[in-house]
């Protein structure tokens, strides 16, 4: 499904990555694993349209991405490693926002949309709170939900058991596993190699690929 092609990255004379290769398939749970610094971070922002490479290619079901558009961010979700909520926004309206405005989603469709994949996060009495008032798992599953909301092709994830605690952890675990069983393809970046192993059909370790080239 995600298929990248000797994709190289530098900033000045510092360079992250070279010549890098790695595939997704359709529905997999793939883990990027590795230190914090190494570039995990800097894969997922050219992986999502943010940064462009130097060089290389990404492929999406076999055809090329434009890296300078807006393909990739149409087509991969991201969720940010601090969820990036509106705190003047509810849960709906975070989750409705961009569908109504910028895929010209009706707010009835787009509230019928968020409220069946808050109930699939088991969020479904959160609709109206605030930010402020949920936990740092509620807030990860209400940024999962977000990026579900506009339909991406592939869900990919920073770092997303930063600062949770353990019960949060698991509750991210489960819905990772949950999006799994409904064929949703999930790029995780992560250092926890635990969690990593919990959830992913397989393991990319990316400081032994670093360390490669």
């Given at each position: 499904?995600?298929?990248?092609?000797?994709?190289t990255?530098?900033?000045?004379?510092?360079?992250?990555?070279?010549?890098l290769?790695?595939q997704?398939h359709?529905?997999?749970?793939?883990?990027?694993?590795?230190?914090s610094?190494?570039?995990k971070?800097?894969?997922?922002?050219?992986?999502?349209?943010?940064?462009?490479?130097d060089?290389?290619?990404?492929?999406?079901?076999?055809?090329?991405?434009n890296?300078?558009?807006?393909?990739l961010?149409?087509?991969?979700?991201?969720i940010?490693?601090?969820?990036?909520?509106?705190?003047?926004?509810?849960v709906?309206?975070n989750?409705?926002l961009?569908?109504?405005?910028?895929n010209?989603?009706?707010a009835?469709?787009?509230?019928?949309?968020?409220?069946?994949l808050?109930?699939?996060?088991?969020m479904?009495d959160?609709a109206?709170?605030?930010?402020?008032?949920?936990?740092?798992?509620?807030?990860?599953?209400?940024?999962i939900?977000?990026?579900?909301a506009?339909k991406?092709?592939?869900?990919a994830?920073?770092?997303?058991?930063?600062?949770?605690?353990?019960?949060s952890?698991?509750?991210?675990?489960?819905?990772?596993k949950t999006?799994?069983d409904?064929g949703?393809?999930q790029?995780?970046?992560t250092?926890?190699?635990?969690f990593?192993?919990?959830?992913?059909?397989r393991?990319?370790?990316f400081?032994k690929e670093?360390?490669?080239?």
């Open positions: 499904m995600l298929e990248i092609k000797s994709l990255k530098s900033y000045g004379d510092n360079l992250i990555f070279q010549d290769d790695l997704v359709q529905g997999e749970v793939l883990s990027i694993v590795g230190p610094g190494i570039g971070t800097t894969l997922l922002k050219i992986m999502t349209g943010i940064e462009p490479a060089s290389g290619d990404i492929f999406i079901d076999g055809q090329l991405v890296q300078e558009g807006r393909d961010q149409n087509k991969i979700g991201l940010f490693q601090d969820f990036n909520l509106f705190p003047n926004y509810t709906m309206g989750i409705t961009a569908p109504i405005n910028v010209k989603l009706s009835a469709k787009s509230q019928k949309e968020a409220r069946s808050l109930t699939t996060l088991g479904a959160k109206d709170l605030y930010p402020y008032q949920l936990s740092g798992g509620q807030k990860q599953r209400v940024a939900a977000r990026a579900l506009m991406p092709q592939i869900i994830y920073d770092e997303p058991t930063s600062g949770l605690d353990e019960v952890t698991g509750q991210v675990a489960e819905v990772i999006l799994k409904q949703v393809t790029v995780v970046i250092h926890d190699q635990p990593a192993e919990e959830i992913s059909d393991v990319f370790d400081a670093v360390a490669r080239v």
